[in-house]
């Protein structure tokens, strides 16, 4: 009995020093990091302003291979929303949240599981410091009278704050693993574009401004006389196509789209309304304007007469990525970069290859005032 008595005695006393120690510990605790990264700020902020490369920097991957993510909400911004499942008990379920969100200067993820504590949030800071960018990722959360949760805060550095580490880790390589290409000052559209019927030259070029714009007006000249001989019309602004940008060599396709002057003539009666003149704009209107594209290959054009140097054949139609550029064609190829680096740090996967709508007549435009949209197809 006196034994009794004594466990009895030793386990209130312990008792009640947990209960005193565990009112005196902190109720809120906060772990922080950071991480430094050459990659341009926009695309650091992009990276990790939505949950689509997720699972290639956040460590719970790392912990449990087989974990279930779903998205929803929106895309990117504000209103994002994580939820994963394991089957490991020390993971559980939860979900993240993107709840503020501020251009280039800072997101904030809140979280919720059955970890313990409440208001449990993410703030990523990011700081451009010369030509280097810091991303500094803190931590909060709140326990409360939760005593079991105070406890808990006491280890926070070691189960939360590791995480962070990894993850950082994560992130700066997979910056590191994107085109180095900043993209600010680019307006992105994601849309789409319907497949068209196109003539066109395959050629090659040195890789200078100079010879490319001689391939191609040679290969414009010679389809646009194939259009002539088979009376055609040209349905759209000439594309140029890239197929190899090699280090000394450029290899691409010279297309225009075309249509039978009689189906153009149609087209245009239907979508034109009627005591409306059509508008030079039109074919801008219906790309951004339309819900849905028809994806539907176009009928080849048959019984065409074509040189031995002009193909037939029809354009890629899907999503794609569209820039909208004014100045010197030299400067298409970093276009180009950067909307390689634009996917990736949306999560975007290229695929075909890139083309451009050459909007204005290059031999009629001086340089510095030429106009194009830039497209890469996106899965």
Do not use: C
Request: net charge negative; charged share 25%; no cysteine.
């Amino acid at each position: 009995m006196t034994r009794f008595l004594e466990l009895l005695t030793s386990a209130v006393i312990v008792a009640i020093l947990f209960v005193v120690v565990g009112v005196f510990l902190p109720d809120q605790r906060t772990v922080q990091h950071s991480v430094e990264t050459s990659h341009p700020l926009r695309q650091a902020f992009d990276t990790l302003n939505s949950f689509k490369r997720f699972e290639e920097w956040n460590p719970l991957r790392q912990h449990d291979p087989r974990v279930a993510y779903t998205l929803s909400g929106a895309t990117e911004g504000v209103g994002a929303q994580l939820d994963y499942a394991s089957a490991l008990p020390e993971i559980g379920k939860g979900s993240w949240h993107i709840t503020e969100s501020e251009l280039d200067s800072h997101i904030r993820h809140t979280v919720y599981n059955d970890k313990y504590g409440q208001n449990k949030n993410y703030l990523m800071t990011f700081r451009q410091k010369g030509k280097i960018v810091e991303i500094d990722w803190k931590y909060s959360v709140d326990y409360g009278w939760s005593l079991p949760g105070r406890y808990a805060g006491l280890y926070v550095d070691r189960t939360v704050g590791d995480d962070m580490k990894r993850a950082l880790a994560n992130i700066s390589n997979l910056l590191a693993s994107m085109p180095n290409f900043d993209y600010r000052n680019l307006d992105v559209q994601d849309t789409m574009v319907a497949p068209v019927n196109i003539l066109y030259i395959s050629t090659t070029a040195d890789r200078n401004i100079t010879a490319v714009e001689n391939a191609m007006d040679v290969a414009l000249k010679d389809i646009r006389a194939a259009i002539a001989a088979n009376r055609l019309v040209e349905a759209e602004k000439p594309r140029l196509i890239t197929t190899s940008f090699g280090t000394d060599k450029y290899e691409f396709d010279v297309a225009i789209p075309v249509a039978r002057a009689s189906d153009r003539i149609a087209e245009d009666e239907a979508e034109t309304p009627e005591g409306e003149a059509p508008d030079g704009n039109g074919a801008d209107a219906a790309m951004t304007a339309k819900a849905t594209v028809d994806l539907t290959p176009p009928a080849p054009l048959e019984d065409l007469r074509l040189p031995d140097n002009v193909r037939q054949g029809h354009s890629y139609g899907g999503r794609v990525l569209m820039a909208a550029y004014r100045g010197h064609p030299a400067a298409l190829p970093l276009i180009r970069d950067q909307l390689r680096s634009y996917a990736a740090s949306h999560g975007e996967t290229l695929h075909d290859r890139a083309f451009e709508e050459y909007l204005s007549e290059i031999a009629e435009t001086a340089a510095e005032d030429a106009q194009f949209r830039v497209y890469w197809p996106i899965q």
